[in-house]
Structure formats: C-alpha cells, structure tokens
C-alpha cells in the first residue's frame, strides 16, 4: 500500500496501525489510584490519540480494548471495563461522528451485555456512513478465537458447497476475518515495556513492523505516536524478499 505524507506531520504516514492499549493497571498503581482509575486514564487517551491518528491521516486504526483472556480479571475490574465501554462509546457516538471516523469492532461482540451489545449496533449502524479513518474497537477479540471463527465459517461454505477445500488463498482466507476488505496493519505499537503481541491480529500481523515503548499508556502522547512512525519509516520492510 503506498504511504501517503501526511498533511500534518513532515512525514509519510503508513495506512493501517495497531495498538495495543497496555499498562493502565501499572499507571494507576505509580498514582496510588485503583486500577479502574487507570482504566479511566486509558480511555481518555483512547479518545486523544484517536483523534489525533484521524488528523495525521492514517486511513485504520486498530485499538485493542479487551481481549478474550480479559474476562478472568477481578469481577470489579471487568465491571469497572464495561462501564467505561459504555461510557465512552456514547461519547464516541458524538465525538467521532464530527471526525468522521468510522467505528467497526472486531472480535465476538455477543458475549457482552444487552445494553452494550445495542450501543455497539448504534454505533456502528450511525458511523456507517462516514469516510475518514475507520477505527476497528478489538472487544472481546483473541487473534486465535478469529482464526478459528473464520475457519468455520469457511467450512461452512465447503459444506454447502460454494468452495473446494483447495480454493483456500490467503485472500479467500482475509475474507472470513472481522477486518475483511481492510489492509494488513502496517505498523504495531506495544507501550508499557512489554515485548509480546498477546493474541493481537495473529494472522494480520505477518508482515507488521512493531514498536515497542516503555511509556503506560495513559502517559503516551500524540507525539509518541509521531515517533513510533518516524521509527517505522526508517526500517525497511522487504516482506521476505531480500
Ligand atoms: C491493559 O492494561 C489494558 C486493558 C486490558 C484495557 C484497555 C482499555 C482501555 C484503554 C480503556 C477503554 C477503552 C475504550 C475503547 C473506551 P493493563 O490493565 O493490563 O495494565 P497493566 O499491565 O499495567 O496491569
């Protein structure tokens, strides 16, 4: 995908960035506040850089905000999580729309509650037709309950007789993923210190350049999201070629 410069900053931006949203707990713990305040913290930041990835011109962002592995935190914690959701996403129903940012989510949205589970319809049903970026909110997502979903669904389709089993491609295959008709992210940002993808578009992320930052990410500002791409424009990505 070629990269566009931004209008903005001095630099070309890539289409499509990830991030994995981490250290909300460990920021609140530095502030002597409880986790839920972290969460809290997160989620304001969620909106900044959102906001701020939209203006910069990326064309996808991709957020992830609970993971499949989530649900075995306290139940105060997962409580404290979806009110936030709740919360937030209301505001995103004004605030993005102004953006023009498209909210999608990605993962098995089934599993939460009645009321959230219609927000989320709202929300995706009232940004449907925006043309910005697109925002893909990961929620209840796993990289691995993805892939085996798709694989269902595809041999679903074998049973009923739309494919062979040979017809499977990669691209047949990016079709029955919750990001289908969307680009392979570009470029993943882990802050917190941590160095691991924990389950975080597995398939996507073949080819994905990943930065790593030793900031919470409460703390992570619009210009570190300026530097993890001035990074990921100095690397060379060759894609198995040479
Ligand atoms: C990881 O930090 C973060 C999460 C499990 C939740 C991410 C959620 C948000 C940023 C807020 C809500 C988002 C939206 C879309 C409104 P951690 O708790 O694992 O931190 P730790 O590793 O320091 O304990």
């Not at 910069?56 to 989530?70: D, P, Q, R």
């Not at 997502?141 to 979903?149: C, F, Q, S, T, V």
């Not at 494919?163 to 940002?189: K, R, S, V």
């Amino acid at each position: 995908m070629p990269e566009k410069e931004s209008a903005v900053m001095k630099q070309p931006v890539p289409a499509h960035v990830g991030i994995i949203m981490d250290g909300n707990g460990r920021w609140a713990k530095k502030h002597f506040q409880p986790r839920s305040m972290g969460h809290r913290a997160g989620a304001q930041n969620f909106r900044t850089i959102t906001k701020y990835a939209s203006k910069i011109g990326l064309k996808y962002l991709t957020v992830y905000a609970f993971s499949t592995e989530n649900w075995s935190r306290p139940a105060d914690e997962v409580g404290a999580l979806m009110g936030l959701f709740k919360d937030y996403l209301r505001e995103a129903l004004r605030d993005f729309m102004n953006e023009n940012i498209r909210v999608r989510f990605i993962g098995d949205v089934g599993a939460f509650s009645r009321d959230l589970q219609e927000l989320i319809a709202e929300v995706e049903e009232v940004s449907s037709s925006k043309t910005g970026m697109v925002l893909n909110l990961a929620m209840n997502y796993g990289g691995r309950a993805e892939i085996l979903h798709a694989a269902r669904n595809f041999a679903e389709d074998v049973r009923a007789g739309k494919f062979e089993p040979a017809a499977l491609t990669d691209e047949l295959f990016d079709n029955y993923l919750y990001t289908a008709g969307q680009p392979a992210p570009d470029l993943i940002i882990r802050p917190s210190g941590e160095q691991r993808i924990s389950n975080f578009l597995l398939w996507q992320c073949a080819y994905a350049e990943f930065v790593y930052f030793d900031i919470l990410w409460p703390d992570f500002k619009p210009g570190d999201l300026d530097q993890a791409i001035a990074i990921y424009n100095s690397r060379q990505r060759r894609f198995g070629g040479v």
